[in-house]
T-cell receptor, first 112, second 113 residues
């Protein structure tokens, strides 16, 4: 099983450019999440989707938008990238509340 | 605000020794406390998790100790091995429709020969 698949794995953007990070899971999970990981700060929740058709803000949503395209796919969009958005982004999914979260391999994004 | 505080930031343990990582939380609504292990270039993976109705959970060489009154929990790795060298994150989540995890800042563990 592929689990949680993220694309791309690496990306360099110029300030002001836009891009969409893609995430897909094949475990029939209900909930999906986007986290960012920065040195010394752990992982912080950007947005999540508790179920297909719903999305909600997490701890650090500013500068991002999300779309739950269907049960499998959850995308994260940066409309106008800023250097502060340089980070490693992880998508995750869970079957139900307080169950194991499965993470993708991450997308390393650099904004110059 | 940092709702889950983790220490130490880094840890060096000899092979065969015990590794101990501590976390403290503030929000008494948290009811699920997992530990994640992350290797370089990979996503975090669940190692072990506990709920507040028990004070200890053991899986192989890994044990979580939980102190509800002190709002603290810790990970003990017995007989630490070089393959355990990784970054460990504690986390917590509370009741709701999704598992929104609040993570600690991570501990980089190095197990030496």
């Amino acid at each position: 099983n592929a689990g949680v698949t993220q694309t791309p794995k690496f990306q360099v953007l110029k300030t002001g450019q836009s891009m969409t990070l893609q995430c897909a899971q094949d475990m029939n999970h209900n909930s999906m999440y986007w986290y960012r990981q920065d040195p010394g700060m752990g992982l912080r929740l950007i947005y999540y989707s508790a179920s297909e058709g719903t999305t909600d803000k997490g701890e650090v949503p500013n500068g991002y938008n999300v779309s739950r395209l269907n049960k499998r796919e959850f995308s994260l969009r940066l409309e106008s990238a800023a250097p502060s958005q340089t980070s490693v982004y992880f998508c995750a999914s869970t079957l139900d509340r307080n169950t194991e979260a499965f993470f993708g391999q991450g997308t390393r994004l650099t904004v110059v | 605000q940092q709702q889950v505080k983790q220490s130490p930031q880094s840890l060096i343990v000899q092979k065969g020794g015990i590794s101990i990582i501590n976390c403290a939380y503030e929000n008494t609504a948290f009811d699920y406390f997992p530990w994640y292990q992350q290797f370089p270039g990979k996503g975090p993976a669940l190692l072990i998790a506990i709920r507040p109705d028990v004070s200890e959970k053991k899986e192989g060489r890994f044990t979580i100790s939980f102190n509800k009154s002190a709002k603290q929990f810790s990970l003990h790795i017995m007989d630490s091995q070089p393959g355990d060298s990784a970054t460990y994150f504690c986390a917590a989540s509370k009741a709701g429709t999704a598992s929104k995890l609040t993570f600690g800042t991570g501990t980089r563990l190095q197990v030496t020969l």
